[in-house]
């Protein structure tokens, strides 16, 4: 008999104990009255009737006491068959849903013996069974362990190497369903968020969503159009590139590339998704538009002082003799025109600095890290004394750390050998948009011959040798490089004017996940997963799911109280999706109940500055988005939800599926169906208890586990598992 006919087989019993059990008791009743009756039937019709008159005399007083007899024999025969239904009949059926469990859902569950003697020996030897089930189990997942070992090493490369690639990747299906996409693409888009799905964490990008929430979809068709021409042509490189903008209005340069597969035995590919490239290019515009502002501004101002000093200097030439007064005059206003160039080129030089940076690797670098690392190296291995003198702890730097700290040795290791210095300090402070970094030395002048030819040279430390001078490195890092003296205090210093960090570089949330958990940003089992419609027909395992849970004020919601928590959780192909979560705090207007901060542990102080459910809701309705909604004690929650309808304007359309009656229809015979019962039953450890993102991620790991056990009940699909929701005792419950 296959899973399906012995599920069919144990919905019926479930279904006919309670019919059974009522046959018995018209049964039993048949039992108690049925001889008596009829052997007073078969004499009162065989008796004459004057004997018809003496029985009838004689049996009246005492018919009460043989009723109450007869009645008392019932009941008491009533209360034994009650519990052995109870102790046999009931009994092996929730047995039945303890098997289930321990053979699908928690292999570590047991059955516990109660009941009757039979009952418990029953019990007894399928946990014997279940132990020899476990060792063959663990013998034969050690060889599937074994046998995949390489194929999951080259997984995890591959998504080592995915998640830290410096440039933002997406693959998608044909569908344009993203099936994998790395740290840089999760914040670069998050970056790019706009309205309730900013406040969503980046909602735009997530597996098994549409990259057409973010890209147009006509430019991607577009691009796909292109690059099957060119696979059709047997093209080298099919590759169509394309620069689109975002709904936020920045510049995005994609570059698409096909995922091909082989589709017969001729070796033909078919294309079945591609990867996208995807790099904002907004700043760099703009640099280059500040850049050509830079270039006509310099050429614009220095026109007429250039034109004023000829003319000065045309007029001193061409009169060798005249008066002191007008020489004078005309050297003054050449000064003047001097002093006017150079005063414009230092306010473009401070306004422009990030435009006139050249392109090259430059990283955000704290100054201090950069001075740290030159001061370790040049006592290491110049055995010279460092000291900091003045330095902005805050200060962070547009530079590439390695050839900065390098360019410091080379200058140092110099004035070690031509003047003998005892002894380096450095100083860096802010100026404007530029940042002075500062090597300061007590001793003899240098020359300006020196301070050249050390710019010029090829830079050399000990046996290491740099292609680039320290005139290279300065301009590639779009900064100036001088030697001053200070003549009071007998000491000179090189000076290197750097760019300062802009605060835009920092993209919001872009922080290093120090979690040490891998982020599952990739599923290539999406490749064949199509259509995302939600229909009511598509098997249960095919469907995307937002599994969420809310923290509240109180337990009424048609009495004032309000959501203070909303946390979420996605469940895509079958997979839980820790890191594509929704968790936010929401300020409810109202006060709380000292009873509900006992259990959740959130007070007025966390909600005080939080966004209202004016805002929250509808970054959660972004959210949760073509997928079908998930809660435990759903009509809670979903309550809350709807009472907010009128003042938002979001209406969540999608199905729910609650597991606290999908719980009912897989074990109707367990005596609690609370989230933390459900949870052990099924072997879930609970993290976070009342918080809505923590409840969120145990409903979620409850509901994987249901979905094989309704799969053997004969419940497949999403339109089985509403209705078989809608009979159970639960679903009656209304907020």
Not at 37 to 64: F, K, M, Y
Not at 167 to 173: H, R, S
Request: charged content about 25%; proline content about 3%.
């Amino acid at each position: 008999m296959n899973a399906t006919n012995l599920a069919v087989v144990e919905r019926l019993s479930a279904m006919n104990a309670r019919a059974r059990f009522i046959a018995a008791v018209i049964i039993l009743g048949l039992l108690m009255t049925g001889p008596f009756v009829i052997t007073a039937g078969l004499i009162w019709a065989g008796a004459q009737p004057d004997e018809q008159a003496r029985l009838a005399e004689l049996i009246a007083p005492h018919l009460s006491l043989g009723v109450m007899m007869t009645a008392f024999g019932f009941v008491l025969g009533l209360l034994v068959m009650r519990h052995l239904f109870g102790q046999y009949v009931h009994g092996l059926l929730r047995m039945v849903e303890n098997l289930r469990l321990m053979l699908s859902a928690n292999r570590d569950f047991r059955v516990t013996p109660e009941g009757p003697p039979e009952v418990r020996l029953l019990a007894q030897a399928a946990n014997a069974l279940a132990e020899q089930r476990d060792g063959l189990m663990d013998d034969v997942n050690a060889q599937i362990i074994a046998a995949k070992a390489s194929v999951e090493e080259e997984k995890n490369r591959l998504a080592a190497l995915m998640s830290e690639l410096a440039q933002a990747v997406v693959v998608c299906n044909l569908d344009g369903r993203i099936l994998l996409y790395n740290s840089r693409a999760r914040l670069q888009f998050r970056a790019l968020a706009q309205g309730g799905t900013a406040l969503a964490s980046g909602a735009l990008i997530g597996l098994g969503r549409s990259i057409f929430s973010i890209l147009e979809r006509n430019q991607i068709d577009h691009a796909l159009e292109v690059v099957r021409q060119r696979l059709g042509r047997s093209a080298a490189t099919a590759i169509a590139n394309f620069i689109t903008t975002a709904r936020g209005g920045q510049l995005l340069r994609v570059q698409l590339v096909p995922v091909l597969a082989t589709s017969d035995d001729a070796g033909h590919s078919a294309m079945t998704g591609y990867v996208l490239t995807v790099e904002n290019i907004t700043r760099s515009l703009e640099q280059e538009s500040r850049r050509d502002q830079v270039l006509q501004s310099l050429t614009d101002g220095s026109r007429g002082s250039l034109a004023n000093i000829r003319v000065a200097v045309g007029n001193l030439t061409d009169y060798p003799d005249m008066g002191p007064e007008i020489r004078e005059r005309f050297v003054g206003i050449i000064s003047d025109e001097v002093v006017r160039m150079s005063q414009r080129l230092d306010r473009t030089m401070s306004e422009f600095a990030d435009s006139l940076k050249t392109r090259w690797p430059l990283e955000d670098v704290l100054g201090a890290d950069i001075l740290a690392a030159a001061r370790r190296r040049i006592e290491q291995q110049l055995g010279l004394p460092t000291k900091n003198e003045e330095i902005d702890e805050t200060l962070w730097l547009r530079a590439e750390s390695f050839s900065l700290v390098f360019s410091i040795c080379f200058l140092t290791s110099r004035l070690i050998e031509h003047y003998q210095i005892k002894e380096l300090r450095f100083r860096l402070l802010p100026f404007g948009k530029l940042a002075y970094l500062d090597l300061i030395w007590a001793g003899h002048a240098m020359s300006s011959e020196a301070s050249y030819t050390w710019e010029t040279e090829t830079m050399q430390l000990g046996r290491e040798v740099s292609p680039l001078s320290l005139r290279d490195v300065v301009d590639r890092h779009g900064g100036e490089i001088w030697y001053e003296r200070e003549k009071a205090a007998h000491r000179a210093f090189f000076r290197f004017v750097l760019p300062v960090a802009s605060p835009d570089h920092q993209i919001a949330g872009e922080a290093i996940d120090d979690s040490g958990v891998r982020p599952e940003y990739y599923d290539f089992d999406l490749f064949h997963f199509r259509d995302q419609s939600i229909d009511l027909d598509r098997p249960l395992s095919d469907l995307a799911y937002t599994v969420f849970d809310t923290e509240t004020t109180g337990l009424e919601p048609a009495a004032g109280d309000e959501i203070i928590q909303i946390g979420a959780v996605r469940i895509v192909n079958g997979r839980l999706l820790r890191n594509e979560s929704f968790d936010q705090l929401v300020d409810p207007e109202r006060f709380l109940r000292p009873a509900g901060v006992r259990i959740h542990g959130i007070t007025a102080d966390m909600l005080r500055g939080q966004p209202t459910i004016d805002i929250v809701l509808p970054a959660f309705h972004d959210f949760c988005s073509e997928t079908v909604l998930v809660a435990h004690n759903a009509a809670f929650d979903m309550r809350f939800l709807q009472l907010k309808e009128e003042r938002t304007g979001v209406v969540f359309t999608q199905p729910v599926l609650d597991t606290l009656l999908l719980s009912g229809v897989l074990h109707s015979n367990q005596e609690s169906h609370q989230l933390d019962d459900i949870a052990e039953r099924l072997g879930v450890a609970i993290e976070g208890r009342h918080s809505a993102r923590g409840d969120a991620c145990a409903t979620a790991e409850v509901f994987l586990k249901m979905l094989p056990l309704l799969a053997q009940t004969g419940i497949t699909t999403l339109r089985q598992a509403l209705e078989a929701s809608e009979k159970t005792y639960f679903a009656r419950v209304k907020y």
